[in-house]
């Protein structure tokens, strides 16, 4: 059965825009510990733009900026901002040779959602944060220390939402190991399905040699997965939604994934 040819566009749907950025030409520059070799910007930006296509099927108006050459990470969009129903938070990366991007994306937030700020000594990766409902984890990673989580906890809490920290071991960002798939249900590596913190949720757990496919993407009651991990799409087949794969190959080189290269709203 063809996925992609029964994409839904609920009438309900929970996001309705996408800010995308489109990677520099020297985006191979940015950090890296996959070890994967030299990360091509030709076969990039044809990945990028089936993610950018996909993302508009899928019913999305997506806002795309423009390379930033000055910070070749910086079309890992998802890492500078919080966006949720009720407010836009500016993170504060926890990477030196990053921070600073998030100054790039504040005026667009701005349009759609009023606007706070994480603040130093507090750092704050979007990718450590993981959005259910209006329940978050917040993964406390290299990146993303206590004190950021706390700031970004005081400001959801402000409009309804609870949220609890995670320890992040493996993995560069929570979201790298865990994702929500729809309903309850958690898409996750070994190492955290027996997490505390998840416990009251439904889990998929992926078969070690397809870690990378934790990092799915469900956009209005579709699902995003790398291509190439047969035994998680077969996983995915189950919860009977449309499922598009997309080739990834070159932002895994980068320690990317489908998640990082959008911010949904």
Not at 10 to 27: C, H, L, Q, V, Y
Not at 42 to 70: C, F, R, S, W
Not at 141 to 166: C, D, H, K, Y
Not at 168 to 189: D, E, N, P, Q, R
Request: proline letters at 5%; charged letters at 20%.
């Amino acid at each position: 059965m063809d996925y992609s040819t029964e994409i839904k566009k609920d009438k309900d749907k929970m996001f309705s825009t996408a800010i995308t950025r489109k990677p520099g030409e020297n985006f191979s520059e940015g950090i890296t510990t996959a070890n994967l070799g030299k990360a091509s910007y030709a076969l990039m930006m044809e990945q990028h733009n089936a993610y950018v296509e996909t993302l508009q099927k899928v019913g999305l108006q997506v806002i795309e900026l423009d390379p930033l050459p000055e910070y070749p990470d910086a079309y890992f969009v998802e890492d500078v901002a919080v966006v949720t129903a009720d407010i836009a938070v500016i993170s504060n990366p926890g990477a030196a040779a990053r921070n600073g991007e998030q100054q790039y994306i504040e005026a667009t937030l701005a349009e759609y959602r009023q606007i706070a700020t994480i603040h130093p000594p507090g750092t704050l990766d979007g990718g450590d944060v993981l959005m259910v409902g209006k329940h978050f984890f917040i993964g406390l990673s290299e990146r993303t220390n206590p004190l950021g989580a706390a700031q970004l906890g005081a400001i959801l809490e402000r409009f309804g939402n609870t949220w609890v920290s995670v320890p992040v071991g493996a993995g560069l960002h929570l979201k790298s190991s865990v994702s929500w798939v729809g309903g309850k249900t958690l898409l996750l590596s070994e190492a955290y399905a027996h997490q505390p913190e998840f416990e009251a949720y439904e889990h998929i757990v992926i078969d070690p040699k397809e870690a990378y496919a934790c990092n799915t993407l469900w956009i209005n009651h579709n699902l995003l997965t790398p291509k190439g991990y047969p035994k998680t799409l077969e996983q995915l087949k189950k919860l009977n939604l449309p499922i598009i794969e997309l080739e990834t190959s070159e932002v895994e080189k980068m320690d990317g994934g489908l998640t990082c290269m959008s911010l949904r709203f």
